[in-house]
């Protein structure tokens, strides 16, 4: 091996120290959990400000989008925040619809101080069960009956007064005057007596003549005597009626009186006593006074009683309860605005303002209301009606398919109610960007944008922070004690989670899926005493198996040749790559055979997976960089010609990103020097046109999935992956693979430019230019310039 060789692999050979995150156990001892103490929220700083001024902020459009992933403690925070914030506030109004007796479709809202909505109820039940009480036995007072018998008399005097006059009339021609069954009739008399029917019929028919003449006569008469009757009864009538209503008054005032006192200072309760009293007259009379109904049903007329007069309290609040705060999980139409229902009585159905259902937005009225964005998106009509609602500040139930329901049918309308609420929504930062960019009422309606970690630094105090959790949970669902070592094993997954050294995954919902899973294998093997590093370890090891399925079924096929990958040897051209895949939630990585072949031509390098669509975008570019490379590397003498082919063997899906830049210039640059690359090292990383290499992501996996597939077919010492430097922080490896390289089985090298990955995979030096502007003869790059000047002179011909 040449010295600049050596030099090379010893820079760029990573020892074990850097394959992991250095933490001791011993760090996690003084994160115990006490039984009064706050859940802690780790990081989050710059939420935690946007926060504390957008639930602060009064003015309207000051709404909070907060954008992170689940699992990162949105919620938690806010809820946190909004227990203090919202304690603070004053208790908002409560609300009630009331029946509108001018218009029942209509019916009115009602605001009352906290507290009172169910004092108001008890009190009009109270109100209605005392009206049962009083009616209709209070018209049998005898002051009552006696101003009846008043005025039935005055309209008997003068009905038997006319009929007197008929009468005497009648008699002095011999008839006389009955009454049956309600009816006047007339009979003659003969010899003081009336004849009957039979006895009429005998008489003869002169005289029958003269008795139809007296009896029109008569008829007249009676008629000219009782043509003010209808006046009479109607006076009767209305003096009846007036004495009806003022003793029903009389008897109603004192308890109306009693309500008013009772709620004088609530000036909307005030108004709708005066509406009760300008109805309530007539209701009692119409329902509890109603002479044409028998055997009146107390209970039937108690619910005609509540339907008219007992107010709905849509939400009852506790006094000095502070301002409400409302987590909506299915922010349907429904859910969230309100609805009318319907109830069904002897067949057909009905509704009334007793049937009008609060929401969320009346909930949280006067307080804080939390939705999910992707759940709100995804109902019909709910975006653009809560937009609506946040900018005209008024609640409005409706049914949103009305336009489409059946012609004629019965509905309500009740009157808008007042919004002051604070909405804060949840979602990532997909929506956030997309609401914004296609959504100009979005930007007016949500100005706060509070921004939620995805990674935290890990820092002692944070680390700390996060074993407190841990443990926080642990005690929360009498799980054993988490050992030091355990806590451990636990936060390196979440750095493994968040693929950084020195930075810890926000989202702490991963983490205790392993915990649970952890303690379940614990009680399930019958242990007793703390819960161990052992535990997690085994918890970690199913949670692979359970989803290692399709990468076993990968390696398996590499080790029966379907896929041809070696782990051994040299070849021209070929060099194994590193991808990963993601299926589910199935993310491994796996080995790929990448070829390069060129020939003399004028083509430029071909991208075999973009000529057959493939290849995505950002591959594409990676591949066109390898153009650049070339040109700027070796054209600065003479034109680069080539014609070349790049491939990714038996990749039969869509490629996308530039992870495999660094791998296919290798490749391309071995198919025109004609020198081997060891098989058994494997890359990854992107290059930029001047050979430096760039980050790339998945590196854990893409390690891991190389050692596996050499572990399978046996490691010879010499196998290893060539990584780039930028990506060291990345490295979170399983102890399998720190061990191996620990025993020189396995190696890992990390390189900044192609040079050192090129001298590692060909075994030769890279070549440095002279001052003449050459490379050494045999160095890698002084073949491929010799190579690229000979395809040259074939298709320009050479200069004499």
Sequence with gaps: MPSSVKLTSSLTRLPVEKLTAQLSADQFSYAEVTPDVEQIIIGHARAKEALEFGLSMEAPGFNVFAMGEHGTGRQTLIKQMLATTAGNKETPYEWCYINNFDDVHAPHNLYVSPGDGKQLLARINTFIDELLDLFPEIF????????????????????????????????????????????????????????????????????RADFYLLLEKLENFLSEKLIELPQWKRISSDKLRKLKNETAEQAIRPFLKELELE????????????????????????????????????????????????????VSREPDAGAPVIYEQNPTFQNLFGHVDFASFQGSTYTSY???????????????????????????????????????????????????????????????????????????????????DYDQEFTELFRVLADFDQYLESNEDNLNDYAHLIRQRAYKYNYPHVSNEAVLELVRYALRRAEHQHKISANIVQVNDLLDEAFYLWKQAGSQGELTANHVALALAAKQRRTGRMSEAWLGEIKEKQVLIDTEGHHIGKVNGLTVLEIGDSVFGTPARITATVYAGSEGVTDIEREVDLGKSIHSKGVLLLTGYLGHKYGQGFPVSISANLAIEQSYGHIDGDSASMAELCALISAISLLPIQQGLAITGSIN????????????????????????????????????????????????????????????????????????????????????????????????????????DLLNGTDE
């Design 140 to 207: 049998d007072n005898p002051s009552y009956q006696r101003q009846k018998s008043a005025v039935d008399r005055a309209f008997n005097k003068k009905y038997d007064q006319a009929i007197a006059e008929v009468e005497e009339s009648a008699l002095k021609d011999n008839v006389l005057l009955y009454e049956e069954s309600g009816e006047i009739g007339f009979s003659p008399l003969v010899d003081g007596k009336p004849l009957n029917d039979k006895e009429f019929a005998g008489l003869d028919e002169g005289k």
């Design 263 to 314: 709620f004088a200072s609530n000036i909307g309760v005030m108004k709708y006593l005066s509406k009760v009293k300008s109805h309530v007259v007539d209701t009692v009379l119409e329902i509890l006074v109603d002479e044409s109904v028998e055997n009146r049903n107390d209970k039937d007329a108690r619910k005609l009683m509540v339907e008219q007069f007992l107010p709905n309290l849509l």
């Design 354 to 436: 007793r049937l009008i259902r609060a929401g969320a937005l009346h909930k949280a009225n006067g307080g804080y209301l939390i939705l999910e964005a992707d759940k709100l998106l995804n109902q019909p009509l709910v975006w653009a009606r809560l937009k609506l609602a946040l900018k005209s500040q008024e609640i409005t139930i409706e049914n949103p398919y009305s336009e489409y329901s059946q012609q004629g049918s019965f509905s309500l309308q009740p009157e808008k109610i007042p919004l002051n609420v604070k909405v804060i929504l949840l979602g990532d930062p997909e929506i956030y960007y997309m609401l914004q």
């Design 689 to 792: 046109q001047h050979g430096g290499v760039q980050s790339i992501g998945g590196v854990n996996e893409k390690i891991e999935g190389f050692y596996r597939l050499c572990k399978d077919e046996g490691l010879t010492g010499k196998q290893g992956v060539i990584i780039p430097r930028t990506n060291v922080n990345n490295l979170m490896l399983a102890d399998d693979v720190i061990e191996a390289v620990k025993n020189n089985q396995f190696a890992i090298y990390a390189v900044e430019d192609i040079d050192q990955a090129l001298e590692l995979l060909m075994n030769e030096p890279a070549g440095e230019i002279s001052r003449t502007g050459r490379y050494p003869r045999k160095s890698i790059h002084g073949l491929v310039l010799n190579k690229l000047s000979l395809f040259s």
